[in-house]
Protein backbone atom coordinates (compact mmCIF):
# COMPACT_ATOMS: atom_id res chain seq x y z
CA UNK A 1 0.00 0.00 0.00
CA UNK A 2 1.58 3.47 -1.11
CA UNK A 3 2.05 6.15 1.23
CA UNK A 4 0.48 9.39 0.54
CA UNK A 5 2.89 12.04 1.10
CA UNK A 6 1.92 15.45 2.79
CA UNK A 7 2.51 18.46 1.05
CA UNK A 8 5.59 20.36 1.47
CA UNK A 9 5.13 23.84 3.35
CA UNK A 10 6.07 25.00 0.29
CA UNK A 11 3.14 23.86 -1.77
CA UNK A 12 1.21 24.48 0.90
CA UNK A 13 2.35 27.89 0.58
CA UNK A 14 1.65 27.60 -3.48
CA UNK A 15 -1.87 25.92 -2.90
CA UNK A 16 -3.03 29.18 -0.85
CA UNK A 17 -1.55 31.31 -3.53
CA UNK A 18 -3.35 29.76 -6.47
CA UNK A 19 -6.46 29.70 -4.30
CA UNK A 20 -6.17 33.81 -3.45
CA UNK A 21 -5.35 34.42 -7.20
CA UNK A 22 -7.69 32.01 -8.66
CA UNK A 23 -10.92 34.12 -6.39
CA UNK A 24 -9.09 37.39 -7.42
CA UNK A 25 -9.41 36.10 -10.70
CA UNK A 26 -12.93 35.24 -10.79
CA UNK A 27 -14.47 37.46 -7.87
CA UNK A 28 -15.23 40.61 -8.97
CA UNK A 29 -16.32 41.72 -5.33
CA UNK A 30 -13.07 40.85 -4.27
CA UNK A 31 -10.70 42.26 -7.12
CA UNK A 32 -12.71 45.72 -5.87
CA UNK A 33 -11.78 45.23 -2.50
CA UNK A 34 -8.57 44.86 -3.15
CA UNK A 35 -8.26 47.54 -4.88
CA UNK A 36 -10.22 49.75 -2.09
CA UNK A 37 -7.48 48.42 0.33
CA UNK A 38 -4.80 49.71 -1.98
CA UNK A 39 -5.73 52.84 -2.40
CA UNK A 40 -6.99 53.50 1.45
CA UNK A 41 -2.87 52.60 2.39
CA UNK A 42 -1.84 54.74 0.06
CA UNK A 43 -4.12 57.92 1.01
CA UNK A 44 -3.28 56.61 4.89
CA UNK A 45 0.68 57.37 4.04
CA UNK A 46 -0.17 60.10 2.12
CA UNK A 47 -2.36 61.89 4.14
CA UNK A 48 0.82 60.38 7.54
CA UNK A 49 -1.55 58.22 9.70
CA UNK A 50 0.81 56.87 12.71
CA UNK A 51 1.69 53.58 12.83
CA UNK A 52 -0.75 52.51 14.99
CA UNK A 53 -3.44 53.72 12.64
CA UNK A 54 -1.83 51.95 10.29
CA UNK A 55 -1.84 48.40 12.19
CA UNK A 56 -5.95 49.07 12.63
CA UNK A 57 -6.35 49.81 9.00
CA UNK A 58 -4.44 46.48 7.82
CA UNK A 59 -6.75 44.49 10.49
CA UNK A 60 -9.73 46.17 9.09
CA UNK A 61 -8.56 45.45 5.58
CA UNK A 62 -7.48 41.62 6.34
CA UNK A 63 -11.13 41.18 8.26
CA UNK A 64 -12.67 42.21 4.83
CA UNK A 65 -10.48 40.51 2.52
CA UNK A 66 -10.79 37.12 4.78
CA UNK A 67 -14.26 36.99 5.11
CA UNK A 68 -14.59 37.83 0.98
CA UNK A 69 -12.36 34.48 0.62
CA UNK A 70 -14.50 32.54 3.12
CA UNK A 71 -17.62 33.68 1.13
CA UNK A 72 -16.30 32.65 -2.07
CA UNK A 73 -15.15 29.23 -0.45
CA UNK A 74 -18.76 28.48 0.88
CA UNK A 75 -20.43 29.72 -2.26
CA UNK A 76 -18.06 26.99 -4.12
CA UNK A 77 -18.98 24.31 -1.87
CA UNK A 78 -22.45 24.57 -1.18
CA UNK A 79 -22.77 24.36 -5.46
CA UNK A 80 -20.77 21.56 -5.56
CA UNK A 81 -23.18 19.84 -2.95
CA UNK A 82 -26.29 20.90 -3.77
CA UNK A 83 -27.57 20.12 -7.53
CA UNK A 84 -30.91 22.06 -6.80
CA UNK A 85 -32.39 24.61 -5.13
CA UNK A 86 -32.40 24.14 -1.43
CA UNK A 87 -33.12 26.60 1.40
CA UNK A 88 -30.53 25.61 3.43
CA UNK A 89 -28.10 26.19 1.17
CA UNK A 90 -29.34 29.80 -0.27
CA UNK A 91 -29.10 30.28 4.04
CA UNK A 92 -25.44 29.56 3.70
CA UNK A 93 -24.76 31.69 1.31
CA UNK A 94 -26.62 34.34 2.73
CA UNK A 95 -24.90 33.78 6.03
CA UNK A 96 -21.65 34.09 4.36
CA UNK A 97 -22.31 37.32 2.25
CA UNK A 98 -23.73 38.96 6.36
CA UNK A 99 -19.95 38.01 7.39
CA UNK A 100 -18.65 40.06 4.45
CA UNK A 101 -21.16 42.81 5.27
CA UNK A 102 -20.08 42.98 8.62
CA UNK A 103 -16.80 42.89 8.36
CA UNK A 104 -17.23 45.96 5.07
CA UNK A 105 -19.42 48.01 7.56
CA UNK A 106 -16.30 47.68 10.14
CA UNK A 107 -14.13 48.93 7.65
CA UNK A 108 -16.10 52.04 6.77
CA UNK A 109 -16.24 52.93 10.16
CA UNK A 110 -12.74 52.35 10.80
CA UNK A 111 -11.18 54.40 7.76
CA UNK A 112 -13.81 57.32 8.89
CA UNK A 113 -12.61 57.07 12.23
CA UNK A 114 -8.71 57.42 11.00
CA UNK A 115 -9.33 59.90 7.67
CA UNK A 116 -12.43 62.10 8.85
CA UNK A 117 -10.33 64.50 10.71
CA UNK A 118 -7.68 65.03 8.23
CA UNK A 119 -10.13 64.52 5.01
CA UNK A 120 -12.23 67.24 6.42
CA UNK A 121 -9.37 69.82 7.33
CA UNK A 122 -7.49 69.40 4.05
CA UNK A 123 -10.75 68.95 1.67
CA UNK A 124 -11.53 72.74 2.87
CA UNK A 125 -8.24 73.82 1.92
CA UNK A 126 -8.91 72.12 -1.29
CA UNK A 127 -11.99 74.31 -1.99
CA UNK A 128 -10.53 77.25 -1.02
CA UNK A 129 -7.85 76.33 -4.10
CA UNK A 130 -10.53 75.37 -6.18
CA UNK A 131 -12.50 78.58 -5.92
CA UNK A 132 -9.50 80.68 -7.06
CA UNK A 133 -8.93 78.17 -9.93
CA UNK A 134 -9.31 79.58 -13.70
CA UNK A 135 -13.20 77.81 -13.05
CA UNK A 136 -13.76 79.15 -17.08
CA UNK A 137 -10.63 77.56 -18.52
CA UNK A 138 -11.52 73.90 -16.78
CA UNK A 139 -15.19 74.15 -18.61
CA UNK A 140 -13.48 75.60 -21.42
CA UNK A 141 -11.68 72.68 -21.73
CA UNK A 142 -13.96 69.92 -20.54
CA UNK A 143 -16.20 71.91 -23.75
CA UNK A 144 -13.77 71.71 -26.30
CA UNK A 145 -12.79 67.90 -25.35
CA UNK A 146 -16.59 66.93 -26.12
CA UNK A 147 -17.08 69.13 -29.17
CA UNK A 148 -13.68 67.02 -30.17
CA UNK A 149 -15.24 63.86 -29.65
CA UNK A 150 -18.67 64.47 -31.40
CA UNK A 151 -16.19 66.12 -34.56
CA UNK A 152 -14.27 62.45 -34.70
CA UNK A 153 -17.11 60.61 -33.80
CA UNK A 154 -18.98 62.33 -36.42
CA UNK A 155 -16.54 62.21 -39.15
CA UNK A 156 -16.09 58.20 -38.32
CA UNK A 157 -19.73 57.56 -38.39
CA UNK A 158 -19.44 54.97 -35.21
CA UNK A 159 -21.26 55.54 -31.53
CA UNK A 160 -22.62 58.25 -30.02
CA UNK A 161 -21.81 60.82 -27.25
CA UNK A 162 -22.57 58.49 -24.69
CA UNK A 163 -22.16 55.08 -26.10
CA UNK A 164 -19.57 52.99 -28.49
CA UNK A 165 -17.38 54.57 -30.87
CA UNK A 166 -13.97 56.07 -31.01
CA UNK A 167 -12.54 57.73 -28.61
CA UNK A 168 -14.62 57.14 -25.91
CA UNK A 169 -16.18 60.77 -24.44
CA UNK A 170 -16.44 59.16 -20.55
CA UNK A 171 -12.50 58.09 -21.23
CA UNK A 172 -11.94 61.38 -22.31
CA UNK A 173 -13.90 64.10 -19.84
CA UNK A 174 -12.98 61.57 -16.93
CA UNK A 175 -8.72 62.32 -17.78
CA UNK A 176 -9.85 65.85 -18.61
CA UNK A 177 -10.86 66.55 -15.05
CA UNK A 178 -7.72 64.67 -13.92
CA UNK A 179 -5.37 66.85 -15.61
CA UNK A 180 -7.43 69.88 -15.27
CA UNK A 181 -7.14 69.26 -11.42
CA UNK A 182 -3.08 68.23 -11.52
CA UNK A 183 -2.95 71.68 -13.20
CA UNK A 184 -4.87 73.58 -11.03
CA UNK A 185 -2.80 72.40 -7.94
CA UNK A 186 0.30 73.09 -9.21
CA UNK A 187 1.70 74.45 -6.15
CA UNK A 188 0.07 72.55 -3.48
CA UNK A 189 1.56 70.10 -1.34
CA UNK A 190 -0.89 67.49 -1.50
CA UNK A 191 -0.95 67.78 -5.61
CA UNK A 192 0.61 64.15 -5.84
CA UNK A 193 -2.26 62.89 -3.56
CA UNK A 194 -5.06 64.66 -4.83
CA UNK A 195 -3.83 64.05 -8.44
CA UNK A 196 -3.05 59.85 -7.93
CA UNK A 197 -6.92 59.49 -6.09
CA UNK A 198 -8.27 61.21 -9.43
CA UNK A 199 -6.22 59.56 -11.94
CA UNK A 200 -7.57 56.32 -10.39
CA UNK A 201 -11.60 57.28 -10.46
CA UNK A 202 -10.50 58.31 -14.18
CA UNK A 203 -9.07 54.91 -14.88
CA UNK A 204 -12.20 53.32 -12.99
CA UNK A 205 -14.67 55.26 -15.26
CA UNK A 206 -12.17 53.81 -18.31
CA UNK A 207 -12.33 50.44 -17.26
CA UNK A 208 -15.93 50.04 -16.79
CA UNK A 209 -16.67 51.57 -19.95
CA UNK A 210 -13.91 48.39 -21.21
CA UNK A 211 -16.07 45.90 -19.10
CA UNK A 212 -19.56 46.93 -20.03
CA UNK A 213 -18.69 46.19 -23.24
CA UNK A 214 -19.54 49.77 -24.57
CA UNK A 215 -16.07 50.68 -25.60
CA UNK A 216 -12.75 48.88 -26.63
CA UNK A 217 -9.37 49.17 -24.68
CA UNK A 218 -8.39 51.29 -27.76
CA UNK A 219 -11.05 53.23 -27.72
CA UNK A 220 -10.91 54.15 -23.85
CA UNK A 221 -7.34 54.61 -24.14
CA UNK A 222 -7.84 56.83 -26.99
CA UNK A 223 -10.01 59.00 -25.07
CA UNK A 224 -7.84 58.85 -22.11
CA UNK A 225 -5.15 60.79 -24.07
CA UNK A 226 -7.25 63.21 -25.98
CA UNK A 227 -8.97 64.00 -22.68
CA UNK A 228 -5.74 64.92 -21.27
CA UNK A 229 -3.51 66.67 -24.18
CA UNK A 230 -6.70 68.84 -25.19
CA UNK A 231 -6.68 69.92 -21.18
CA UNK A 232 -2.94 70.21 -21.24
CA UNK A 233 -2.67 72.41 -23.86
CA UNK A 234 -5.40 74.77 -23.09
CA UNK A 235 -3.75 75.21 -19.64
CA UNK A 236 0.23 75.71 -21.44
CA UNK A 237 -1.52 78.06 -23.97
CA UNK A 238 -4.02 80.09 -21.66
CA UNK A 239 -3.48 79.69 -17.98
Given at each position: ????????????F?????????A?????????????????????????????????????????????????????????????????????????????????????????LV?????????????????????????V???????????????????????????????????????????????????????????????????????????????????????????????????
Amino acid sequence: MTRQLSPSLFQSFNHAAEGIVHAVRTQRNLWIHFTIAAAVLVAAVGFGASKLELAVLLLAITFVLVAELVNTAVEAAVDVASTSFDPMAKLAKDIAAGAVLVAALNAVAVGYLVFSGEVAKRSSRFLTRLSDAPAELTLVAFAVTVIIVIAVKAYTGRGTLLRGGLPSGHAAVAFAGWMAVTLILDDSVHRFLISSVTFIMALLVAQTRVETGVHSASEVASGAVLGALVTLFLFQAFG
